[in-house]
Structure formats: structure tokens, C-alpha cells
């Protein structure tokens, strides 16, 4: 874009955003939300984005209507268009009544109970034993209990280090006394295979 010429309505967006450190991430979803409501009302002028809520409420209920989207997808839109309104377009959206709220997913329960534990553990036998053990007793992700490795096991302060976890750092959390015994035997048959093979 030269001097003489004024930005485009996009590109205003993107430059708002950039402007307010969003994600590169965030920029090409809400430019893309922005994209297809734009088009959903075929819309060529800015004038034309007026007035805004019965335009929003319209999009945001084909979205769930027609579109059957999630919950989440549907915010993610609603959170896009805000944006465009409310900071690229400097106008205060009212209160959107008349939208379509796209169905929540019910969720299943977060945690199992001790008994649900207990009898899961029960059908588990071996290392497959030993690795619902810690899942469950040391509260770790699938992936933290396969990437573990031995020196990641201080048997002396009965702890586990989690290297690299969730958002790329480590933790320390304690080791589980019921499968101790079971893990050192485990432990020092994988050492003999080792052993073995060398």
C-alpha cells in the first residue's frame, strides 16, 4: 500500500492486531473469520457492515444453525468480529439477544474415582501395570510416563523429574510407594537385557 492510497479494511485488522502483540496464530483466524462474514453478507463497502448486531446475530446463528459448529468455534468467530467492531472500527457492539448458541459437547467426567482407579488398575498386568501406577499416583501425562527414563527416578528422595511437560518445562513429582518395588525389578531386568545384548 503507498502513502496515497488508505489501508484496507484487512489490512487495518492486521495491523491492530499486530499492534496489540496478538499471535500470528490469532491474526490468520480472526482475518479469516472477518473473510467469511464479510462474505456471508456479500458485503462491498464498509457502510454496508452497518448497522452491526442484527448482522452479527444473522452470522452467528447460521454458524450454529447451518453450520452445526461447536460452542468454541462459534466464541471464536463472535471474538473475531468484536474485534473488527470494537477496535479496528471504534464502535461499541450492543447486546447480541436474538443468536443461536451453538450446543456445548458434554463432557465426561475429569477425574476417575479411587474405586474407578482401583478397577482399572485391577485388568492392568506387567509394565502396562506399573504405568497406570504412576499415571494415576504421579499425576502424569501419557506422554511424560513413555518419554520417562531412568535417571529421571530418585529412588533416595522419592521423587519423579518430568522433563520437558507441558509448555516445554520440567517438574519434580513425588514417586508413588506402591509400585516402587515393582519398578526396581523392572528396572534391573531391563538392565540385564541391556547387559544382554551388549
Not at 452467528?60 to 466464541?75: E, H, I, K, P, W
Not at 498386568?125 to 527414563?149: D, H, I, P, V
Not at 516445554?168 to 531391563?190: F, G, I, S, Y
Request: hydrophobic content about 40%; overall charge positive; proline content about 4%.
Amino acid at each position: 500500500t503507498t502513502s496515497s492510497q488508505q489501508p484496507t479494511l484487512l489490512e487495518e485488522v492486521r495491523h491492530c492486531l499486530r499492534l496489540q502483540h496478538y499471535s500470528i496464530h490469532t491474526e490468520r483466524s480472526y482475518v479469516a473469520w472477518i473473510i467469511r462474514f464479510i462474505r456471508f453478507h456479500t458485503m462491498r463497502s464498509r457502510e454496508a457492515l452497518f448497522p452491526a448486531e442484527p448482522q452479527i446475530e444473522a452470522f452467528l446463528t447460521d454458524l450454529a444453525v447451518q453450520g452445526q459448529v461447536a460452542a468454541s468455534t462459534q466464541n471464536q468467530a463472535l471474538s473475531a468480529i468484536l474485534f473488527l467492531y470494537q477496535q479496528v472500527l471504534k464502535h461499541d457492539i450492543g447486546w447480541l439477544q436474538d443468536v443461536v448458541r451453538a450446543k456445548r459437547p458434554q463432557r465426561l467426567p475429569v477425574v476417575l474415582t479411587q474405586a474407578e482407579v482401583t478397577a482399572v488398575l485391577r485388568h492392568l498386568a506387567g509394565a502396562q501395570w506399573l504405568m497406570g501406577t504412576l499415571l494415576y499416583g504421579a499425576g502424569l501425562r501419557l506422554l511424560e510416563c513413555l518419554r520417562l527414563r531412568v535417571k529421571d527416578l530418585d529412588f533416595a528422595y522419592n521423587q519423579i523429574v518430568v522433563r520437558d511437560g507441558k509448555g516445554q518445562k520440567d517438574r519434580v513429582v513425588p514417586l508413588p510407594q506402591r509400585p516402587v518395588e515393582t519398578l526396581q525389578q523392572h528396572l534391573a531386568k531391563v538392565k540385564r537385557l541391556h547387559q544382554d545384548d551388549l
